[in-house]
């Protein structure tokens, strides 16, 4: 005879450890699902997916009539295109941070709500993907396999502009920057020069020691003396041999 008294210790046993496992499971993942939603997102406020569905939604009655005036179908691509642009920025920023933060991840210089941020984000960019991709087909057939590539142009060419605005404001600083840099050197190179003209000026026109200046040969030289000039006597036409010929004639 079967011993169901022994049989029934085991499975009631096996019940209980699969019934907690179980429990834990579930409290587990509400307890994640709980933290994961209270963690601030990734990104911010999706603006043109905001603006895109109130226009969608918008609706608007004329007086004396009882249709709706809907938005034009070219106002909703376009909304929806900026939409789209977007989402090719944030798929730019996930892709050019999911290397970086898993290796700091790896090395534990993060924690685990960051990575879960992330996963998040990535999780509700590729959703929204999706949603544009339905939208944009529901707009126009087809347009679903081309929007993002429109898309991706306008933001590269949003992103050019951006870089040429950053440039020429940077040209405009270097410009006044240079333009100082310029007057204060020509302000220098001038002294020097003026510096230089009344250096040479000085030294061309010698004094002597009693301070009297000397010019040139046309100039009256001035010589200081302790009395009145005398004349100084005109010296004989004959010159010295005709002196000395008076004084033999004297003996």
Avoid: C
């Avoid at 991840?105 to 993060?110: A, E, H, P, T």
């Amino acid at each position: 005879m079967v011993e169901w008294v022994g049989l029934a210790i085991p499975f009631a046993y096996l019940g209980v450890l699969i019934g907690s496992l179980a429990t834990f499971s579930s409290l587990y993942k509400r307890r994640k699902a709980a933290k994961s939603s209270s963690l601030e997102p990734w990104f911010g406020p999706h603006l043109q997916r905001n603006i895109y569905l109130s226009l969608l939604h918008l609706e608007q009655t004329e007086p004396g009539k009882e249709k709706p005036v809907t938005v034009p179908d070219s106002v909703l691509k376009a909304a929806l295109l900026r939409r789209a642009t977007e989402d090719i920025h944030r798929i730019i920023s996930i892709r050019s941070a999911k290397q970086a933060l898993a290796t700091l991840l790896q090395r534990g210089s993060v924690g685990d709500d960051l990575w879960q941020r992330f996963l998040r984000a990535e999780k509700e960019v590729e959703e929204e993907l999706k949603d544009v991709v339905t939208e944009a087909n529901a707009l126009a057939p087809g347009w679903g396999t081309t929007i993002f590539q429109s898309a991706n142009e306008m933001a590269s060419n949003a992103i050019i502009r951006q870089k040429v605005d950053e440039i020429q404001a940077q040209a405009k600083v270097d410009r006044e920057w240079w333009d100082k840099k310029r007057a204060s050197i020509q302000s220098e190179f001038m002294k020097e020069l003026d510096e230089g003209t009344s250096a040479s000026t000085s030294t061309s026109r010698p004094t002597t020691s009693g301070g009297e200046k000397i010019g040139s040969d046309e100039d009256t030289v001035l010589v200081e003396g302790g009395g009145p000039t005398s004349p100084v006597p005109p010296a004989p036409a004959g010159g010295p041999k005709a002196g000395s010929k008076k004084k033999k004639g004297k003996k």
